[in-house]
């Protein structure tokens, strides 16, 4: 690898691992537009937990339709709350509340008492790269910030550490950017002369 100075075929075969912890790091760091991915179907009654999706980072939203189909956000809080408003109610009900039950479960409370329509937004990671699946949304969107992530990753394993504050450099600034481009979009377009 050219940008890491270095023949040496060890960094070669660690190279999927590099690329893996780097989609990772950027996954935690970037809040970006890109990362987000909406679901919808129909919630279970009595069925309390949620399992998350594959790939699932962190949670945005949680939302369902009332009897009257109006959307009700859900507010999240922390397990020990949930299960005391779950205890409070004593069974099934309009869910008002979800949290993390674990890394791979969310808690709804109460359980909903019938089929609401629900829509669930988080962050995921993106498709992971191999030798089957060439690209993703950062090779398409952000391929500078997944380039110095990457250099970041592989730098101390190749032991040239005077190297890091360059990449590290070049990363938060991709970082920022993607992050900067994203809280433009959250502003209205209407209220933004500044807008493109």
């Known amino acids: 690898m ?5 023949q040496n075929e060890q960094v070669f075969d660690q190279l999927p691992n590099f690329i893996n912890q780097a989609e990772q790091r950027i996954c935690r760091e970037a809040h970006t537009i890109g990362l987000e991915t909406y679901i919808s179907g129909t ?5 309390a937990v949620f399992n998350k999706p594959a790939r699932w980072r962190r949670s945005l939203s949680f939302g369902i339709w009332d009897e009257q ?3 009700r956000q859900l507010e999240f809080r922390n397990y020990e709350l949930l299960r005391m408003w779950s205890s409070a109610i004593r069974g099934p009900a309009q869910p008002q509340f979800y949290g993390d039950y674990n890394y791979a479960s ?3 409370s109460p359980a909903p008492d019938q089929p609401y329509k629900f829509e669930y ?3 995921e990671l993106p498709v992971p790269l191999s030798d089957t699946q060439q690209t993703n949304w950062l090779t398409d969107f952000a391929p500078d910030v997944l380039l110095y992530a990457i ?4 730098t101390p394993f190749v032991m040239t550490d005077q190297r890091i504050p360059v990449w590290e450099s070049a990363y938060a600034r991709g970082i920022a950017s993607l992050n900067q481009e994203d809280a433009a979009r959250q502003v209205d377009r209407a209220a ?3 807008a493109d």
């Not at 919630?43 to 069925?47: A, D, F, G, T, V």
């Open 2 to 6: 050219t940008y890491l100075s270095t």
């Open 43 to 47: 919630l279970e009654p009595n069925q």
């Open 69 to 71: 189909d109006r959307y």
């Open 106 to 108: 969310l808690l709804l």
């Open 121 to 123: 937004a988080y962050m």
């Open 151 to 154: 250099l970041l990753e592989a």
């Open 192 to 194: 933004d002369n500044q």
